[in-house]
Structure formats: structure tokens, C-alpha cells
T-cell receptor
């Protein structure tokens, strides 16, 4: 089975621009979560989608948004980029049939975003 | 809310030595605990997880962890370090407040292995 794929792998943007990151989960997985990883804040949860619905959200400003499509692929969007948005953005998928608290999340390689 | 504390941002061992990475959690309910490893320029890979049942959990690459409720700990060990074990290790707890999975990670421990 193919793993979680994320595109693009690297991205350079300037302040004020917006960016869209894409994530394709493992086949059959219906839950997709997004995390931001920075040296200062570590790994922080952004949001989680299941069957095209956002079920859980972290403490990030409204500039961060996401969506999930009927094929479980997910995108996240960051508008009005700030320097502090430079980070590795990780996507993870799981079966999460019912809440999925015990489920293993399988992570993609991440998209490294640099904001200049 | 659940939280995780990893003691030691860096741990150095010699090849063949015991690896011990510490993780303590805070949770008012029975926790679900995970250890992930991250190699440079890669995502996270699951090493092992504890949900219920046996408190000694065996994972991949010879790693294991023991859930100790009385000590609120879930330390990761490996009897003999290998050069390929050099990476960053993250302990995580599955937060249960909303009923849907959200992993709360520790700050990570970078394992350095010297020849």
C-alpha cells in the first residue's frame, strides 16, 4: 500500500501571499489530520477531517483552514502568510472508524514552507 | 487536557549501549500513548503504542516501552543502540476531550549515537 503523500515537498512564499498544501491519505483511510512542526513550538495540531467534516481543531488563527474531498484527499490553506508560518506541515491519516483515539496515525513526509 | 513531558532534549549514547528516553504524561483518564521517530527530512514513523492490556509494549527496530500508571511514565528503551537509531523521538498522548483523535506531542528527544 502506498503511504501518505504530500505535495509539494518544498515551498517558498513571501509575506502576505497564500498557500495551499495537499495530502493524499493511505487508501481506505478516512481521517486526515494536519500538524505544524517548528523548532520553537514543536509539533502542534491544526485540524482533523473525517468524511469531509472538520471534527477537531487546534488553536490556530482563522488564516489556517482546510478541507477534505469525497476521496479523502485533503488540502490546507494558509492565507496572508507571516514569517512565523515557516514550518514543516505534516499530514497524517488513519482509519478512525469511531473517533479513533487508539488509532495509529500514519504520517507523510511533510511540506516544508519557507516564508520570506 | 492531556500533556506529555520528555526529559532531555538530547541524549548521547555509544553504539551498543542501552538507550533510555524518558516520557511522562498527564491525563485524568486512561491514556493512549505513542512513540514516534523522525529521521532528518522525513515525517514521523510509529515505533509503538499503548492502548490497553499488557503494559510492556514491543515495537519496531528492537524498541520497547513500559506503561507505568503509578509513575505516569512511558519510557522508551532499547538494549543496544545502533548508529541507525540516531534520530529525533517523540512521545505523544491521544487527547480525549473531544472524543476524536488529536495527538499531543512532547518536545522531542534527539538521540545521538557515537561509534
Amino acid at each position: 500500500k502506498a503511504g501518505v503523500t504530500q505535495t509539494p515537498r518544498y515551498l517558498i512564499k513571501t509575506r502576505g501571499q497564500q498557500v495551499t498544501l495537499s495530502c493524499s491519505p493511505i487508501s481506505g483511510h478516512r481521517s486526515v489530520s494536519w500538524y505544524q512542526q517548528t523548532p520553537g513550538q514543536g509539533l502542534q495540531f491544526l485540524f482533523e477531517y473525517f468524511s469531509e467534516t472538520q471534527r477537531n481543531k487546534g488553536n490556530f488563527p482563522g488564516r489556517f483552514s482546510g478541507r477534505q474531498f469525497s476521496n479523502s484527499r485533503s488540502e490546507m490553506n494558509v492565507s496572508t502568510l507571516e514569517l512565523g508560518d515557516s514550518a514543516l506541515y505534516l499530514c497524517a491519516s488513519s482509519l478512525a472508524a469511531s473517533g479513533g483515539l487508539r488509532e495509529t496515525q500514519y504520517f507523510g513526509p511533510g511540506t516544508r514552507l519557507l516564508v520570506l | 487536557a492531556q500533556s506529555v513531558t520528555q526529559l532531555g532534549s538530547h541524549v548521547s549514547v555509544s553504539e551498543g549501549a542501552l538507550v533510555l528516553l524518558r516520557c511522562n504524561y498527564s491525563s485524568s483518564v486512561p491514556p493512549y500513548l505513542f512513540w514516534y521517530v523522525q529521521y532528518p527530512n522525513q515525517g514521523l514513523q510509529l515505533l509503538l503504542k499503548y492502548t490497553t492490556g499488557a503494559t510492556l509494549v514491543k515495537g519496531i527496530n528492537g524498541f520497547e516501552a513500559e506503561f507505568k500508571k503509578s509513575e505516569t511514565s512511558f519510557h522508551l528503551t532499547k538494549p543496544s543502540a545502533h548508529m541507525s537509531d540516531a534520530a529525533e523521538y517523540f512521545c505523544a498522548v491521544s487527547e480525549t476531550n473531544t472524543g476524536f483523535q488529536k495527538l499531543v506531542f512532547g518536545t522531542g528527544t534527539r538521540l545521538l549515537v557515537s561509534p
